[in-house]
Structure formats: C-alpha cells, structure tokens
C-alpha cells in the first residue's frame, strides 16, 4: 500500500486544498466545504473522490465556480444525473457529480469531469446535520477525514462507489485542510473540546453567547476533526418553528412551516437511583483483522471485563465475536454466576483479531434467532471499527427485530462508520457512543451500560395541541426509546393558518417501570427569524430516512410508489438521498475539450492496521487484502502493563466480593503482610478486602468514579447482606481507622 501512496504523490493529484466552514446554532450544524482543483498536467482529468461525511447529514447544496462562472446543481434521479453527466464527458463538455453511495448514507462520490490542462476549480458543498448529546452532555460534532475501506463479503456485489476507494497513510495525503468553526446559542459557551490542536476559543460578545474556534496549522490527516461544545444551563426542551419557502407551493413540504421540537424528558428520582437485576446482556465483537492493533484489541478487552463485573446478580449473558464467521462462548445466554464469569473472561482473554473480514450480519441472525428468555430483556452491546459493506442491510435488521431488544453501538477507532453505529442505536432503541484517538472507552460504555440498566420506557405516544384550522403532519419516526437526559427530536409539518400570536404543545406520554408518565413542552407558532431553510431540511431528511429504510423492509409488502416518493421529496427539498445526484453541466465557451481523458481517483486517509493474519476469507474493496499495509508483517507489540484500576477490577467476584490474598495486595500497592496486619478481628477476610478494594477506589480512583460506580454498588450490596443494617457503623469505623493507611 505504500507504494500505492508513492504513486499519488510521484503524479499530480488534482485537488489542492479543503476549506472547511462550519456553524454551530445550538444543537444544529451547518458545515459548508469549499473543494479546489487544479490540472497540471498536459491532457484533461476526471478526477473522482470517495469520501465520508456524517451518516446523518442533509447535503442540500453543491455547486461549481469555474473561473468566474458560478454554476448550482440540480438534484435529479441517480440514472438520470448519472446519464447526463457521461453525456456531458463524451462531448467534451465539463460536468459535476455527487452522489451518495446506496449501501451507507455516510459515503459520497464527486467526479469532477474534463478538467482542461492548466485550469481550475471550485467545488462548494454544503450540509446541515444535528449535534449529538456526549455522556457528559457535550454536543459532538465529527469532520470525518478518515475513509477506511470497507470489507465486502464473499458472493456479493460489488458497489460502484467503494471499488472507487483509495487509501494512503495520513503523511501522504496530497491536499490541506483548513477548518474554522462559529458557535452561537441562548445560552452561554462555556467551553469547546477538540481531539485536534485548536487555536484559543474566542467569545464575540460579552455574554459569552457566540465563539469561534480554528483549526491550528499542520493538521494531518490521520483522524476526523472532533468539536465538544458545552453550553451552560444546556439540554433545555426547545422548539423552533421555521417558515415555508416563499417560492414554493403551499401544502407541500417546503411550502409550509416546519417545526423542531427538542424534549428532555425527566425521570423520578427513585428510578435513576435504583439499577434493574435482571436482563439478557448479549455483547458482540469485532474480530476482524481491521481490529488487529494493540490499542483497539486491549481496549475491547479491558472495557468487557469492566462491563462483565458490572453486571447485575441473577442475570443472564452471552458473548459473540465476528469476522468472516462469527462465534459465541455459550450455546446460549447462561445465568451470571461466579464459574460462568470466569469462563467467560478466561474465553476474552484468548481472542485475537483473527476472524478476517467485518461481517457482522450473520451474527446478528443467529442471536435474532435465540427465544428471548421471559423476564429477562434482551440488551445488546455491538462493538466495531464500522467498516461493513452492507451498511443498510444490517440497520434494518436491527430494525426489524427491535421489539425484542435494545441495541447499544460502539464506534471503534477513526473512520467507523456513522452511518453504522448511530443506525444501530437508533433503529434499536439503545445509544450510540464512538471512541478515537485517546479516549477511554470505559466511561462511554459505563453510560450505556447504565442506560441499558434503566427501565424500558413503554407505551410512547405523541399528541399535538394546536389551534383551529392547524393541521401537523409528523416527518419523523415514531420514538421508540427515552432515556435520562437524552434528547428526542421531532420534526413535523404545520398545514393552515399558523398566526404570529398563536400557541401550540406537543405532550409525550410514557410508561415507566409500571407508572405513567408525561412530558409537555409549550411553544410559539410565530416563525424564527434567519433560519434560512436548516429545519425545512433536516424534516426532509428524516423523512428520506424513514422512506428509505421502508422501501429495503425485505419483511414488508413493497410500495411501488416509495422510491418514487423520495426521489420527488429529495428535488423538492434540495436534500440528498440514495436515489437522487446532484448534477452540474458546464458548456463553457461552446467548444468541446480536446484530448484523451485522463482518470484520477483521490486518495483518502486510512488508518494504519497491522495485519493479524493473512487468511482473509473477505476483501476490501479498494482491492487490497488489508487497508493499509497489504501482506507486510507486523512488528511485535507488546500489550501495555494493565492499568492499576482494571487489575483491581479484574479481581472482583461475580457477587461483588474480593478475595484477600497477594493479589490484592499488589493491586492495592501494598504487601501482604500490610494488608493483613490492619485486618479487626471482627471482620472476615472477603469483608476486609472489599472495604479495601472500596476504599482504595474512592481515595485513588474518584476522577474514573463513573467506570466503577456500578461494580462498587455491587461489593456495598455484599457487605450490607453479611451484617445487616449494623454493618454501617463498622464501615464508618473501618474508614476513619484507615484514612491515613491506604
């Protein structure tokens, strides 16, 4: 593969440079991306770039400046655009495609066609998507520059779109990247995280209300560019009403007001104090040969033996792990015990990235195929670097067996696909989380985990209250998960007289845990001001979505008129989708462009794997057996020494005791004999090496509380179910005594 990368960089690579632009208005990005070529060589090149952006995105504009000609795209059926531009290309006229790949919404294709020699330029491409709520109740914004390829599965097809994938080593990616970032919002900005270096934050006014960050020079391409913005007081419930285009028709989508509704639902404190001991918790994980690093293998490990002792007493569980094939520790899910926990973490401990390709859907058949075990809801855990070919195909069988389960996803490393691992949480019911760079996975997965625990909301109903002569028509799904301090999103259309001066409210109701339960959020009808059209296309993206989804329902009965249906919203509204391109002819001065035509595809950055075999039943689609160093052997990597924290979890029993014995000791730095010498006499050994364990935790450990929260309620339970209530008093006299010993 290197000497792949070699070739782009010993010929010239028409795109110069990428500019970013992005705006952040609350919860809403709009990012525009000004694309520059230039031909320096001596015949005319069509130069075509695979390349990732935000599996949710709405691109709703693409246009092409060349010289001081501004030509906007039309958005037209995918054959028909598709048509026009080779018509274009064989009669010596320029022209310009984008379209998005229909196996993952996360992946475009741009040809930019008969580009003369010496000449330039401008691509300008635009999308708005919605930031994403962080545990820690950051909004997550991605630039994916990251495109690994994707593994295609023995006997199917291959897609136009990903053969066209070419990968190289971040240093030898041929253009830069700028990006620039403007923040604004009711409420303050109290700060802004990056995984990349970043010039200082710069508030624009004296309420701190607007900022601006950039991206400092010399950023490489070797993982997206990740914004955290943290807002004060943020995550309040919010509407935003939106007018119709004026040039559109009324009735229509564009035509009439729009609104998004962003609700918060608040559980009783007696339910986010307690966690559920029952559940079916099923964790499947990637084992491909994409996953074979020491980072992303050490790190599926170390989080699965945080999750595996967090466990409830009186569970049930099972562990998948997939590649080409795919395999399970248990026949089936076995109840949470002490003999089947160490089975299951000795079984951890063996697994390698050893599996080949990332085929996850045959797993996902056989653990659909398993009787859900009565009173124990199902929770799956899907853990992945995202580099599957049959992106959609995977989703909606998520989909399609969502009244069984819950599905939490997991984003492994740079280039997971967004499109993956937020459909999965998405079309499951669960939440999605993605890890890069040096992020811990623990604490991400700790969240699901506690979502997981949460009860399941049930019997959700929506129910608008507007004023006479005021009709809705909702463009979103219907919810099928709320979970504590997550946002639900609604789009809807308003149809009829929506007045300056009138009010409306949308009340959500629910089952919890047995009680109902109810959320309501008032707003105004009077239009926002300077919206442009972000939530007129957002709705229409949603819309496209759910569209899209029910016309690949292998189960349903198929409705010829869907795809129809979404080619017509998707010219309406301007917004992409898998059945439309957008499309720019340029005819230029009247004469055709002279001289064979010249093909070049653009590289994209990939991650470096190390190979961790050569047996691979599946292939990349690129053509390389590997995605970034083909057959070269790996050097040998040592595994890191196991953090301290993990050591100790590591030795935890299933009931949520410890043992005392050198173990322990060493996990607590200590020896033997200064452990055992502080032991009272009235306490037992498995007693004493709990509150050990409990106390080194909280007098070392309270920055990761949030990791081992769960598996300390756990040991609490223990201790309290040897002494009873009386054992309070022992604690509290066994903390004070050893406050300056351990």
Known sequence: MFIIGFLFVSRSVPLKSIEVELEVRDHVATVVSTLTYENKEDKPVEAVFVFPLPGDAAVCHFSAKIGQTQIVAEVKEKQQAREEYDDALSSGQQAFLLEESEQSPDIFTLSVGSLPPGESASIKLEYVTELAVQADDGLRFCLPAVLNPRCQPQGRKSSQHLNLV????ASLVPYSLSFSARVSSPRPVSKVESNCSLDPLQHLNTEQTQATAKLAAGHKFDRGVELLIYYKDAHQPTAVVEAGQTTAKTGTLMGDPVVMLSLYPEFPQSVMSSVASCGEFVFLLDRSGSMDCPTDDSMQEDTLLLLLKSLPMGCYFNIYSFGDTYEYIFPKSVEYCEKTLE??????EEMAADLGGTEILDSLKHIYSQPCIPNQPRQLFVFTDGEVFNTKEVINLVKTNSGSHRCFSFGIGEGASSALINGLAKEGGGHAQFITGTDRMQPKVRKSLRFALQPAVEDISVTWDLPKGVSVTVLSPPITAVFQGQRSLLYAQLTGQVGAASEGSVMVKYSLAGHPSQSQLHFSLKPAEDTGLTVHRLGARTLIRSL????????????EGVKERVVELSVQSGVSSSYTAFIVVHKGNGKPIEGPLVRRNIPTSS????????DKKGTYVDGSPLACLGNVEAPTIKKPPRDPLLQLVSLQKASGYWLLNPALAAALGKTSEEVDK??????????WATILALIWLHAFKMDAKEEWELLAMKAVSWLHAQNGKTHNNKVFYIKTFLKTRI
Do not use: H, L, Y
């Open 548 to 559: 899209e989804m029910e016309e690949k329902d292998d189960e349903a009965p198929q409705d």
């Open 166 to 169: 070419t990968s190289v080593p």
């Open 607 to 614: 991650e470096c794997i190390f190979p961790g075999t050569n």
């Open 678 to 687: 502080t032991k009272p006499p009235a306490v037992n050994q498995e007693m």
């Open 343 to 348: 089975e299951a973490v000795k079984k951890v």
